[in-house]
């Protein structure tokens, strides 16, 4: 359902991200881990359509993200790092926006938003602008408007970034329980994120993937036999590539 | 035609959402009877007409004008939610196009205010209005095209402040271009041919004839043609970013 086909960018010559290649089938929830930098971001707006690589292609549910970038995010949930959303919008006009842009209208468009509002546990937040919210309720804000229409490929930078534990918890909930029908990317710094709802995970550093395994086995790859350890060797400047498994394509 | 609905709808709500769309036109309901009365001394003419109220309105428009387009992209870059707008199934053109539809509502609604003094003059005498509609209209797309420069200008920058000083600098070149002044200093550079041409793009000339009542299909392109020049370059900008990062 996402492909990511030897994913290249550059910034001002700078390789952001190089020969990146990964698949993600339904069922899977596939965690993107890394350093600050390491070109997670940028490989998920090339997949979502919003950034064109220099080399390469991405597809989400079969349609190319540049060529077919209308077909392939009418398929794609997509949550931006910073959850950014409009301040003056309550969240359930957020969600509306994003579901109207979808096509829905009526019934079927309320139904959607008051149950995207509900899974989102946004509450009587819900009614007030997003500018006046917290941070969780601003991220919950924006997943909410990314699950709304129910679509087939979800990618979600750092949906839980700024979320008290019980906030985490409830949103790992939500992606565990969405995990069965679809294919989802999730980045996180928290690597325990990686152990409780992720059925597989890819290292990347320095703009390449360094590794993509299941938790458990990259977790083995370090010295320490955890995922701590495992990402520190992974990602040091001197660390060479211990699993690399790119390049797995659709079939 | 589902994402212009959609932008159109969430950008006329954020004008009233925010105090942006009340203060423009509080302003604009002030600003255009004060010149209209005081500055063109509307009813010491002795005329029943508004000629004093669209002598000024071109310099009210492009002031306020690019005051109503400086968000439309500057704010989406700003906050980050550009990125959420383009990945989203919305193509580009309905993005742009349901932006300067919305910020064109509000400049309609903006003129709209004026229609008070439109019955006072029809109370005070009998004025052509067909006249007069006619350079509402004229107005009305004056408007638009300073908004789709506005626009254009908007998308190349994440600052506000710096979308509006840029699109009343480009708003005021366009007008400019028109006046004797300007034109005498331009031939006194340019070949006379390029000066004519060069005033032939003015807004101002082109504005004139309408708001004499005399509707011709050049002024019309003329006005459809910056609409479609602005929001064109403004979707050129955003879909460059495409290729280079937010």
């Known amino acids: ?251 | 035609m589902t994402g212009l609905n959609a932008v159109y709808r969430r950008e006329l709500a954020a004008y009233f959402q925010t105090p942006l769309a009340w203060v423009f036109l509080t302003v604009f309901a002030i600003a255009a009877p004060s010149l209209t009365w005081r500055a063109g001394r509307l009813f010491e003419t002795g005329r029943a007409d508004l000629a004093p109220l669209f002598d000024y309105l071109p310099w009210l428009l492009l002031v306020l004008m690019p005051a109503l387009a400086m968000r439309a992209w500057a704010e989406e870059r700003d906050r980050g939610t550009l990125e959420t707008l383009l990945a989203s199934p919305i193509a580009l053109w309905e993005a742009a196009l349901g932006k300067f539809l919305a910020a064109w509502s509000v400049a309609g609604l903006a003129l709209m205010l004026t229609f008070p003094l439109w019955i006072a003059v029809n109370w005070l005498g009998s004025p052509d209005n067909a006249a007069i509609a006619t350079a509402y209209f004229g107005a009305l797309l004056l408007a638009g095209g300073y908004l789709a420069v506005g626009q254009a200008l908007s998308a190349a920058t994440s600052n506000q402040v710096i979308a509006f000083v840029l699109g009343a600098s480009a708003c005021l070149l366009i007008t400019l271009a028109g006046l004797p002044l300007a034109l005498d200093a331009l031939s006194a550079w340019l070949p006379g041919a390029a000066a004519e041409a060069l005033a032939e793009l003015s807004a101002l000339s082109r504005f004139e004839s309408l708001r004499r009542g005399v509707i011709s299909l050049p002024d019309m392109a003329y006005f459809l043609s910056l609409i479609v020049l602005g929001l064109g370059a403004a979707m050129t900008l955003i879909d460059a970013r495409r290729g280079g990062g937010r």
């Open chain 1, 1 to 251: 359902m996402i492909l990511a086909d030897a994913l290249v960018k550059t910034f001002a010559g700078k390789t952001a991200v190089d020969r990146v290649s990964f698949q993600v089938r339904q069922g899977e929830v596939l965690g993107f881990l890394g350093p600050n930098g390491a070109g997670k971001s940028t490989t998920m707006r090339m997949i979502a359509g919003c950034l064109e690589p220099d080399g390469g292609r991405a597809a989400v549910a079969g349609f190319d993200s540049a060529m077919q970038r209308r077909q392939a995010q009418s398929q794609l949930g997509y949550l931006p790092e910073g959850a950014p959303a409009y301040p003056a919008m309550t969240p359930r006009g957020f969600v509306r926006f994003s579901l109207r842009a979808r096509g829905f209208s009526g019934a079927g468009l309320e139904a959607a938003a008051e149950l995207a509002l509900a899974r989102a546990s946004l509450g009587a937040a819900a009614e007030r602008p997003i500018g006046t919210l917290s941070k969780g309720y601003k991220r919950r804000a924006a997943l909410a408007a990314a699950i709304a229409h129910d679509p087939l490929v979800l990618i979600l930078d750092e949906p839980t970034d700024g979320l008290d534990p019980n906030q985490k918890d409830g949103v790992r909930a939500l992606i565990t329980a969405m995990a069965p029908d679809k294919a989802i990317i999730i980045s996180t710094h928290l690597l325990d994120e990686v152990e409780a709802i992720c059925t597989r995970a890819i290292l990347i550093a320095g703009g390449r993937v360094m590794a993509d395994e299941t938790p458990g086995a990259l977790a083995k790859l370090g010295p320490q036999g955890d995922l701590p350890s495992a990402f520190r060797a992974l990602t040091a400047p001197s660390g060479e590539v211990i699993s690399h498994r790119p390049g797995r394509r659709a079939t």
